[in-house]
Every structure is written in C-alpha cells, then in structure tokens.
C-alpha cells in the first residue's frame, strides 16, 4: 500500500531550492520557535495546548508527547494525534519530504490508544491504525492497521496485538 501523498513537480533546481516558494519563511520561523519550546516541555497538557493552539494541529485528550519528539516544522497542521496515544522519545513525524524533481505533502493520522516507541520516523502520507503498536526505531513507511504491532527497517507486521493479551507483548 503506498502512501497518501500529492506530488508538486519543480522545473528548474531540486525541490529544497524552492523552500520558500512552498511554505513562508515566517511559518517555519514561528514553527521552529514552538517546537522547540515543546521538544523540552515537561508537561503534556502545555505540550500538547502549544501543538494545538499555534501549529493546528489535531491532538486528542490524554496523548503525551514525549521529550525532544520532532513534529514536522513546515506543515504541522497536517498531523492528527488520536486521544490517549503516547509518542515516544526523540521521534520525528514528517508531513512533507522534498525530493529532486518534486516535493510531496501527505496528512499524517495517528489513531487512539497507539504506541509509538522511542526514535520512530513516521513518513508523510500514513496512516496508524487505533490500538497499534509501533516499536522503537521504525521507519513508519505505509499504513499501520488498527491492533497491529510494528517494527524494524524495513517496517513489518510483528503480530496482531487485537488476538494478544497486552501482558503477553
């Protein structure tokens, strides 16, 4: 399954040579400053009130964030967090990646009740699944489907964590 991504074509240099023809400087300077205030917030809820009241994103009740988790500084709006999810340490979320000859935008939805472990890079364009679980230092490539335990580079299926007691992880 691919993922969900609208591809911008450039003409001339590579896509990063055209940074400010595709996002505003000034939106990436003031989403910059609140992720990096963030990235070192001790508390959730002012966390999470920073992601929601100044990049737009979507963040559900209860979701914490951990330390020095990188959320996508140009397009932060595009990433939806479910409630009562937890985002491991130092992970980096991308809603855009600028390639040669283009550059590609995707909405990033992470469900309820998810896991994600510690170093994760979720690629733009995917979808994580309710009740799954991501471990540590993946590479988040396509869809996660929902109650499905993840991990490794490249990402694979570990097992269904819906037939699974948690204890038994």
């Known amino acids: 399954m691919s993922r ?30 609140i992720i990096q205030l963030a990235r070192y917030t001790p508390w959730p809820r002012l966390k999470n009130w920073l992601y929601r009241t100044f990049l737009k994103m979507k963040v559900g009740e ?14 932060p709006e595009k990433i939806s967090i479910g409630r009562n999810t937890i985002i491991g340490y130092n992970t980096t979320i991308l809603a855009h990646e600028y390639l040669i ?16 472990g510690a170093n994760t890079t979720i690629l733009p364009g995917v979808t994580i699944g309710s009740g799954a679980i991501v471990s540590a230092g993946t590479l988040v490539h396509k869809d996660v489907a929902p109650g499905t335990f993840v991990g490794g580079n490249p990402m694979r ?13």
Do not use: C
Request: net charge negative.
């Open 4 to 33: 969900k991504t609208e591809r911008f074509p450039v003409e001339t240099a590579n896509s990063l040579w055209h940074i400010y023809k595709t996002v505003p400087f000034w939106k990436v300077m003031k989403n910059f400053i």
């Open 101 to 116: 000859k283009e550059y590609r935008l995707g909405d990033v939805v992470i469900g309820d009740e998810v896991m994600i």
């Open 62 to 75: 209860e979701t914490a964030v951990a330390l020095m988790v990188m959320m996508d500084i140009m397009f």
């Open 157 to 169: 299926v570990i097992r269904s964590v819906t037939s699974q007691p948690e204890e038994e992880w």
